[in-house]
């Protein structure tokens, strides 16, 4: 039986990548087909958890099936981390996709890459810039990543399509779902162009609000380096720059008037250490981009908070949401690290990862430089 078959089901028990999916992964060194042979003795001597291998024992394989039907008729490529086509940048990540569903040339994955993101209401300026920053990146070995959302990302991905260059867009849905509806023809033209879109996300679910965090960050794991053309105070792609300082990937900037709220994001990201871009021409010749050594005076340093020995009392936040709450208690009087928080409260490391940005993005969380968590 196909290998992929037994990917599909392994998806079906995890939609999203968590850390007892990676871990069952490795164990079985990504033989799907082993990991649905295997019984409960099988997976305790390699020490599954219990509430894995709960998961694990559901063998049933006529949802994979209906799955692969549905695959094949909209000519849909998987892609499973033994494949040589699965994007391996991706293999750094706790949480990697174990499995990824992809329209296009996959072999683009595995180009040398830079991410371009920004507002989803973009500006003229942040339209111009993207497009310039496209154009500047495909001249100098690139292939362009971003999202499959209209603004800037329709913008870098358009751009690609009418030079006849690959581009890869990450989808924050399910492939058949065309999210928002009017990308649709981008999407075909990215595809004609020889680039690639793909999602970890199953068929039919819709973009969900937590789904864009997940997606944001395989934006930098994929890429050399992230570039924001622009985003204001409250855009999506700041939760894709704080993927970028949590994955260590150079972060640069495009900067605005000190006045323009399209640009306010990216002004306070270069206040914070991201590399301003000052020259287009030259933002993909930076040595951290082609391999050399970082240079002290332009890396990227996220920011070092030093947490206060002897902190005031001060009335607790009310915070609604459910995930950012236990992790918020979890903090209390403590600093943490993504790993420990993890064990500790016992979410996935996507759940953790996602609500780790909110909370930075809302002020109550913040990070130091050894990369430990803590409230501000």
């Known amino acids: 039986m196909d290998q992929r078959l037994f990917a599909l089901w392994f998806k079906l028990l995890y939609p999203t990548g968590t850390v007892g999916s990676a871990f069952a992964l490795q164990a079985f060194q990504n033989d799907a087909s082993a990991i649905h042979k295997a019984d409960t003795e099988d997976f305790r001597a390699r020490g599954i958890s219990e509430k894995d291998i709960k998961k694990l024992m559901q063998k049933d394989l006529s949802q994979a099936k209906a799955l692969w039907d549905t695959c094949a008729q909209n000519g849909v490529i ?14 750094k990540l706790p949480d990697r996709p174990s499995l990824l569903f992809a329209l296009g040339d996959v072999s683009v994955l595995n180009r040398k890459s830079v991410c371009i993101v920004g507002s989803r209401s973009a500006s003229a300026r942040g339209s111009a810039v993207a497009a310039k920053l496209t154009q500047q990146a495909i001249s100098s070995g690139f292939v362009p990543v971003t999202g499959a ?18 581009a890869v867009s990450v989808a924050a849905a399910g492939l058949d779902v065309i999210y928002p509806a009017d990308v649709y023809a981008t999407r075909q033209k990215l595809c004609a162009a020889g680039g690639c ?24 794991a994929l890429s050399q380096g992230v570039f924001i053309a ?88 009310e915070i609604t949401h459910p995930t950012l709450k236990k992790i918020y208690d979890c903090l209390m009087d403590q600093s943490l690290s993504t790993e420990e928080i993890i064990i500790k409260t016992g979410l996935s490391a996507a759940e953790a990862s996602a609500a780790l940005v909110l909370g930075c993005l809302k002020g109550l969380l913040d990070k130091s430089a050894d990369d430990r968590y803590f409230i501000k």
């Open 197 to 220: 879109v793909f999602s970890e996300f199953l068929f039919g679910l819709p973009a969900r609000t937590h789904h864009f965090p997940l997606r944001n960050r395989l934006l930098p």
């Open 230 to 317: 622009e985003a204001g105070l409250r855009s999506g792609a700041l939760l894709t720059a704080n993927h970028a300082i949590e994955q260590n990937k150079p972060l640069f900037a495009v900067p605005g008037y000190i006045d323009d709220p399209h640009f306010a994001g990216c002004n306070r990201l270069i206040g914070q250490g991201a590399t301003l871009v000052a020259d287009i021409a030259e933002a993909f010749d930076h040595p951290i981009l082609q391999g050399a050594s970082p240079v002290a005076s332009t890396a990227f340093v996220p920011p070092s908070p030093i947490r206060p020995t002897v902190k005031k009392e001060a009335a607790k936040p």
């Open 78 to 91: 998987l892609l499973w981390p033994t494949d040589a086509h699965y994007p391996h940048a991706l293999d």
């Open 149 to 166: 959302a209209t603004g800037i990302d329709s913008v870098v991905l358009n751009t690609a399509a009418s030079l006849r260059h690959p």
